[in-house]
C-alpha cells in the first residue's frame, strides 16, 4: 500500500484525501483473504498489510478524535489472529512426528476460521463504509498539524 503524499498541504488535508484510498485498499486485500479461504502464507502478508496500514493511521493521530484508538484497536485484534497463526505455522514447520504436526494442523485450521469470524464480525461492508467516512470526514482541517515532509 504506497500513497503519494501532498507535501504543499497539511497532515490533516493529506488524512482526509489519503487514507480513504488506503482503507479502501486495505478492506479490499481482507475481502479477499476472507472469501477466498487463503492459506498461511496469504495470511502472513495481510498481517503485514494490516500492520502498514496502522502504523499509517497511528501517523495521523493528532488529526483525529479519540474514536481512532477504537479502530486502531480492531487493527490490533486482526493483527493478533494473524499472529497467532504464523507462530501455529512455524511451530508445525518445526514439528517432528505426525501426530504433532495434524494437532497442529487442526489449530491452524481453527485459527483461520477465527480470523474469518473476526474481518466479518468487525469489517463487513457496511464498517469498512464507516471507516471510510471517517477516515474523509473528521480530518480535523481546522487543527494547527504541521504538513508532512
Same mark, same amino acid.
Given at each position: 500500500?504506497?500513497?503519494?503524499?501532498?507535501?504543499?498541504?497539511?497532515?490533516? /488535508? @493529506? &488524512?482526509?484525501?489519503?487514507?480513504?484510498?488506503? &482503507?479502501?485498499? !486495505? !478492506?479490499? /486485500?481482507? %475481502?479477499?483473504?476472507?472469501? &477466498?479461504?487463503?492459506?498461511?502464507?496469504?495470511?502472513?502478508?495481510?498481517? *503485514?498489510?494490516?500492520?502498514?496500514?496502522? $502504523?499509517?493511521?497511528?501517523? !495521523?493521530?493528532?488529526? $483525529?478524535?479519540?474514536?481512532?484508538?477504537?479502530?486502531?484497536?480492531?487493527?490490533?485484534?486482526?493483527q493478533q489472529c494473524l499472529? %497467532?497463526?504464523? %507462530?501455529? #505455522?512455524?511451530?508445525? @514447520?518445526?514439528?517432528?512426528?505426525?501426530?504433532?504436526?495434524?494437532?497442529l494442523e487442526v489449530r *491452524?485450521r481453527a485459527k483461520i476460521?477465527?480470523?474469518?469470524?473476526?474481518?466479518?464480525?468487525? !469489517?463487513?461492508?457496511?464498517?469498512?463504509? /464507516?471507516? #471510510?467516512? $471517517?477516515?474523509?470526514?473528521?480530518?480535523?482541517?481546522?487543527?494547527?498539524?504541521?504538513?508532512?515532509?
Amino acid at each position: 500500500m504506497k500513497i503519494q503524499w501532498n507535501l504543499r498541504t497539511t497532515a490533516a /488535508s @493529506n &488524512a482526509k484525501t489519503r487514507l480513504p484510498v488506503l &482503507a479502501r485498499e !486495505f !478492506f479490499r /486485500s481482507g %475481502d479477499k483473504l476472507a472469501a &477466498a479461504g487463503a492459506g498461511p502464507e496469504q495470511a502472513h502478508r495481510f498481517r *503485514i498489510a494490516a500492520k502498514q496500514f496502522r $502504523y499509517t493511521l497511528e501517523l !495521523f493521530r493528532t488529526c $483525529y478524535d479519540q474514536e481512532l484508538e477504537h479502530r486502531l484497536g480492531m487493527l490490533k485484534a486482526v493483527q493478533q489472529c494473524l499472529g %497467532d497463526l504464523n %507462530d501455529l #505455522v512455524t511451530v508445525q @514447520n518445526l514439528a517432528e512426528g505426525e501426530q504433532m504436526k495434524a494437532a497442529l494442523e487442526v489449530r *491452524i485450521r481453527a485459527k483461520i476460521q477465527e480470523f474469518h469470524n473476526l474481518w466479518a464480525q468487525q !469489517f463487513d461492508r457496511k464498517i469498512q463504509g /464507516s471507516w #471510510v467516512r $471517517y477516515l474523509s470526514g473528521r480530518a480535523a482541517a481546522k487543527k494547527t498539524v504541521p504538513t508532512v515532509g
